[in-house]
């Protein structure tokens, strides 16, 4: 019903910036907020940051001032410009959209990941 796809991720050295982009396509009706995520081996997933359809943003604090959201809310993309990676940012980063589906439901849905790299 609904396919989110991103592109961007690869291998940076640290330092260095790389782009997210995702976009949400499908049944939908409308998109409430879409948002990154993040899981590193051995770890849990994380935020990384989300936008409303308001655009009220949110970060989380290891990526505050490094990383911008940005939204495109007639596309139904959202973007994640990262600068000034380093190491510890190395994880498969996932897109996330809060949405109303075309018959009526309100729903979560995933991408399928995209790996960052950050290494010398």
């Known amino acids: 019903q609904v396919q989110l796809v991103e592109s961007g991720g690869g291998l940076v050295q640290p330092g260095g910036s790389l782009r997210l982009s995702c976009a949400a396509s499908?049944?939908?009706?409308?998109?409430?907020?879409m948002g990154w995520y993040r899981q590193a081996p051995g770890k849990q997933r994380e935020l990384v940051a989300t936008?409303?359809?308001?655009?009220?943003?949110n970060y989380a604090n290891s990526v505050k001032g490094r990383f911008t959201i940005s939204r495109d809310n007639a596309k139904n993309t959202v973007s994640l410009q990262m600068n000034s990676l380093k190491p510890e940012d190395t994880a498969v980063y996932y897109c996330?959209?809060?949405?109303?589906?075309?018959?009526?439901?309100?729903?979560?849905?995933w991408g399928q990941g995209t790996q960052v790299t950050v290494s010398s």
């Open positions: 996330n959209a809060d949405l109303r589906l075309q018959l009526g439901a309100r729903s979560t849905w």
């Open positions: 499908g049944s939908i009706f409308s998109i409430y907020a």
């Open positions: 936008i409303t359809s308001g655009v009220a943003t």
